[in-house]
Structures are given as C-alpha cells and as structure tokens.
C-alpha cells in the first residue's frame, strides 16, 4: 500500500494546519502489519508523570480529527522502550467533518521511564493493522507491538480515504484543557 502525507491549512478554527494522509494505493494489510502516525518523547520529558511508582500520574491525549472513513480508530501508548503498552479505541462519528477528542490514560506503577535522552514513550495512532495485532483495548501490559482496538477501520484498503489531525495535545490529569498555543521561543 502506498499513501501520501501533507500539510494542509484546512483545519478547525484556532488551527492554522493539519497533517493529512491519503491512500494512492490500496493494501489489505496482514499478519503482523500495521499503518499509523507515530510521535516519540525523550523519557528526559516525562519525568513529572512519575511511572513506576504508585502514585503514576494519568495523561489526557486530546486532538481534532478528520477523516473519510467513519468508526473506530486507535491511539496506543507504547511505553519504556517498546516494552509496555495501553490501547484506547475513540470513535469517528461524521466522515470528513472535524471532531475534537479527548482519551484518558491511567498512569503506568510497574515501569519507570528512564531519565534519559532515550525513547520514553511513543503516541501511535492507529490507522489499519493485519489481524494478528486487532485486540480489545486494555490498559498497560507487555505487548511488545503495535496493536489496533477490535473494529479498527481498514484505512489502507480503500483508495483515496484519508485522514486528518492537527491540535494534538498530552497533559497531566484526567481533563483536557483548551489547546495551549506557545511559541518556541517561550516553549524552551
């Protein structure tokens, strides 16, 4: 399968752009396969979420979404250099129309991430995955591979889907607060 990615100014208002990836070529995926966007935070960034402890603090995903194919899509936490995971299934109700969403993760008490410029963990939203990686969402365990929430749509099979995301934002809690717009400079 083959998709194309770029950046579009059609975003919801407050946004001045999205991410957008469309299939040019179309792919029933198999086995193990799996299609996502994956972003990855240094463990040196994740210090204040205290994993590894009881008192682990819980993290809040929100972002807008958009895409062509309705139902249920997948975000999964994979934690502590690929050895520890939680997957969470969120629900594209009105294809090709903007929808804000928000998913609540528990915190982690059984892996510390390291403290370090290493992987501490990456957010993958998942986009199709073959049948061996399709499971019931669930909460942190040792997977060890990308995995997609049972009903994943099969983004890849379909010439011309797409999907869109823009406003992506990980915070402390179990609320989503309103999208923090920081500028670089203030950021470092």
């Given amino acids: 399968g083959v998709t194309t990615m770029e950046q579009l100014t059609d975003a919801p208002d407050g946004f001045g752009s ?21 972003h990855r935070i240094e463990g040196q960034n994740l210090q204040q979420l205290k994993f590894g402890s009881s008192s682990a603090e819980s993290i809040t995903v929100s972002f807008w979404i958009k895409a062509s194919l309705t139902g249920t899509y997948g975000l999964e936490l994979f934690s502590a250099a690929g050895t520890r995971d939680i997957l969470k299934a ?53 997977n060890g591979a990308f995995r997609a929430p049972t009903g994943q749509v099969n983004f890849m099979a379909t ?29 470092l």
Wanted: charged fraction near 15%; aromatic fraction near 12%.
């Fill in 90 to 142: 969120y629900t594209v109700s009105v294809a090709n129309t903007w929808e804000y969403k928000t998913l609540t993760f528990v915190g982690d008490t059984n892996t510390a991430i390291g403290n370090n410029a290493n992987r501490g963990f990456d957010l993958f939203f998942a986009l199709d995955a073959g049948p061996s990686d399709i499971v019931d969402p669930y909460t942190w365990a040792s």
């Fill in 18 to 38: 999205s991410l957008k990836l469309t299939v040019t070529t179309a792919d029933t995926l198999s086995g193990g396969e799996n299609v996502g966007i994956r």
């Fill in 159 to 187: 010439n011309g889907a797409t999907w869109q995301i823009t406003g992506v934002q990980m915070e402390l809690g179990d609320t989503a607060t309103p999208f923090e717009h920081i500028s670089y400079g203030d950021q």
